[in-house]
């Protein structure tokens, strides 16, 4: 075999050792002719910390919780606007608006509302649930304002909130416990007592 062919197979067989290698490399096992490395990761973090396990941004909007609590400036807004409001129909004794309230073991969808009502109901699944009970009270004479994310694009929006007087609200609400602003746009959604339809908006010159 002469010069050429020999520095031929050379470079063959030394990228077909390379290859080896990286494949070697990426099962974690060490290439012939080195030494393992020492260096082994942690499999589980230090006592007493906490395995990070999401994005710093997640840890504050989790969907482990649909509970939104009502930016407390916002609902004297919306106090002042549609009140006194006297009844919170889905809250917690820490986050409750108004005198009277049901909690979660109270189950609001199961009570009967009275008088004028507020509602930022839970915006997972039951949500439309909550809708859809807020609309039907408001048949029976009762107040309901909603506080909802813009989610236009659900049965239960168009089932429901377009039956109230529905108000975007321009940028995001920071919803209390949270540190930045929800990644959601919300509105309000006002049921009003015995009406069919929402009232028209006043014309503007």
């Known amino acids: 075999m002469n010069k050429g062919n020999d520095d031929l197979a ?24 080195r030494k393992k490395s020492m260096i082994t990761e942690p499999t589980s973090p230090p006592s007493g910390l906490a395995s990070p396990s999401c ?38 004794p820490t986050n409750a608006k108004c005198p009277r309230y049901y909690t979660r073991d109270d189950d609001g969808l199961a009570q009967a509302w009275d008088g004028k009502c507020w509602m930022n109901p839970p915006y997972g699944r039951t949500i439309g649930q909550w809708m859809k009970k807020a609309y039907e009270e408001s048949q029976r004479g009762v107040l309901v304002v909603c506080l909802v994310p ?15 007087q529905v108000t975007f609200i321009r940028g995001r609400l920071k919803f209390g416990g949270h540190v930045n602003s929800a990644p959601f746009p919300s509105a309000t959604v006002v049921f ?14």
């Open 150 to 164: 813009a989610r236009t694009d659900t049965a239960w929006w168009h089932d429901y909130a377009t039956k109230g």
């Open 192 to 205: 009003l007592p015995n009406c069919e339809k929402p009232l028209k908006p006043l014309a503007t010159s």
């Open 55 to 92: 994005s710093a941004s997640s840890v504050h909007f989790s969907s482990a919780s649909d509970d939104w609590p009502t930016p407390q400036d916002f609902f004297d807004r919306m106090n002042a606007l549609h009140g006194p409001l006297e009844l919170d129909v889905c809250a917690s």
């Open 10 to 33: 050379g470079a063959i067989g030394g990228f077909i050792d390379g290859l080896k290698r990286e494949n070697a490399q990426r099962r974690g096992m060490p290439a012939r002719g």
